[in-house]
């Protein structure tokens, strides 16, 4: 939203007569459809058994996972586990 709809009349007369504007209201994002937990489990678990030959995981292991292009550190000890 951008600031010239929160503030009163006088406030944005008094912007506009400092030269100032309001910016455009950025676009909105598009979201992606993304995995769920599951699935995010099973590709980090896939990544480190193609890395490692097993399934073997130390109980503090983090992993480092690109999912949607961003980087998520993934501990999944607990998935293991149960």
């Given at each position: 939203?951008p600031w010239g709809q929160n503030?009163?009349?006088?406030?944005?007369?008094?912007?506009?007569?400092l030269?100032?504007?309001?910016?455009p209201?950025a676009?909105?994002k598009k979201?992606?459809?993304?995995?769920?937990?599951f699935?995010?489990?099973?590709l980090?678990?896939?990544q480190?058994?193609?890395?490692?030959?097993?399934?073997?995981v130390?109980r503090?292991h983090?992993e480092?996972?690109i999912i949607?292009?961003?980087?998520?550190?993934?501990?999944?000890?607990v998935?293991?586990?149960?």
């Amino acid at each position: 939203m951008p600031w010239g709809q929160n503030l009163i009349p006088g406030q944005r007369r008094h912007l506009k007569a400092l030269g100032l504007t309001p910016l455009p209201a950025a676009p909105a994002k598009k979201k992606t459809p993304t995995a769920g937990a599951f699935e995010r489990e099973v590709l980090v678990l896939q990544q480190y058994k193609n890395r490692s030959g097993t399934l073997t995981v130390l109980r503090a292991h983090i992993e480092t996972v690109i999912i949607d292009d961003e980087e998520h550190l993934m501990k999944f000890d607990v998935s293991l586990m149960n």
